[in-house]
């Protein structure tokens, strides 16, 4: 199967995302490897078979949303410096969401820029960080504040990779498409409630429909000025959690889980989402074993954080609430003591 991105403002950007189509990866020049030290034992050198260049060379990095840093970036462009990579040359991100975001980052300022490639071996990646060109690491301040909107050339799914997914990080991922089912799809998001993604057909259903849907609201808005902003539906209290455990407590589809609870907690408080449709919405999580709750320590710390949020501009913060299932609001006026209110649930 196969999606297209056809920009709307820039068609010379447009690539196909290949579903199950993964056969060879055929570059011009010179081609670099990046992905971590947990797939390379599984799968690297298969990998490196399916591609065709006149030079293969890889690039290894640690495991873990910890190592996703200017000190991991400068390791990765040292060593494309010392292949001798030209602007002819292809870097290709064979790992999960990090390793796609820094492949993606490095091929944005590799001498101002080469084409990259992404194969994602995770289901969130798959489904959600693999496709729309968001590049960039974390540092001190918060999540992904340093980076690019870079697209790939083009990116291969593969969901034979996920049949080795740990169970915490295959759930991750889940989060992301019930993230997308519930701001733009009430029909997929009640499938979801009753469907085993663990069943092949399923999960490949589940993957495509998840594409489909990021896949055509990245086309109407590539830098995030407008729709694209949805997409972080539970994102605004996840970078957060994320900030303050130091990126090592939870994985980020776990913190978007717990960021998806408290962003329906402010909605139910602002009256745009029923009691009842919040609960609901929560069992599903917990139904995917995710987890749903986080313990606030210090609620005036935990607010100032969300002015670092990428979204956040002129002091107000943007927050993305559902309105029912299915449908959203984006809001950047609502009053520091409702949203105190809210964190206090979770205190």
């Not at 340093?146 to 915490?168: D, H, M, W």
């Not at 990428?310 to 309105?323: E, G, N, Q, R, W």
Request: hydrophobic share 45%; glycine share 6%; net charge neutral.
């Amino acid at each position: 199967m196969r999606v297209s991105i056809e920009f709307a403002a820039a068609k010379s950007l447009s690539y196909d995302i290949f579903i199950d189509e993964l056969e060879e990866i055929v570059v011009r020049g010179k081609a670099a490897v990046i992905t971590n030290d947990k797939i390379a034992p599984l799968y690297l050198e298969a990998f490196k078979r399916k591609i065709k260049a006149k030079e293969i060379h890889e690039v290894i990095i640690k495991d873990g949303e910890k190592y996703k840093n200017l000190q991991t970036m400068e390791y990765i462009l040292n060593e494309l410096f010392k292949f001798k990579l030209d602007r002819k040359s292809t870097l290709i991100a064979f790992g999960g969401g990090v390793v796609g975001d820094m492949t993606g980052f490095a091929a944005a300022v590799y001498q101002r820029g080469i084409d990259f490639i992404q194969v994602p071996t995770t289901l969130l990646a798959q489904v959600d960080a693999s496709v729309g060109g968001k590049t960039g690491v974390n540092n001190h301040f918060g999540k992904n504040l340093i980076g690019a909107f870079y697209q790939p050339r083009a990116v291969y799914c593969e969901s034979g990779f996920l049949k080795t997914l740990p169970n915490r990080e295959f759930a991750a991922g889940v989060a992301e498409i019930i993230k997308m089912a519930l701001m733009f799809d009430k029909e997929f998001y009640e499938w979801l409630e009753k469907s085993d993604l663990n069943d092949e057909t399923n999960l490949k259903e589940a993957i495509a429909k998840s594409i489909k849907i990021k896949a055509d609201v990245v086309a109407q808005d590539e830098k995030e000025s407008g729709i694209r902003a949805v997409l972080n539906y539970g994102h605004t209290f996840a970078h957060v959690i994320e900030q303050k455990t130091a990126y090592s407590q939870y994985l980020h589809g776990e913190a978007v889980a717990i960021g998806i609870v408290m962003a329906n907690e402010l909605a139910v408080n602002l009256g745009l989402l029923q009691r009842d449709e919040a609960q609901k919405i929560e069992k599903t999580l917990q139904r995917f074993s995710l987890p749903t709750r986080y313990q606030i320590i210090d609620i005036n710390s935990f607010y100032e954080t969300f002015f670092l949020d990428k979204k956040s501009a002129d002091s107000k913060i943007m927050f993305i609430l559902p309105c029912g299932i299915g449908n959203f609001a984006i809001r950047d006026d609502i009053s520091e003591d409702i949203v105190k209110k809210t964190l206090e649930v979770f205190k």
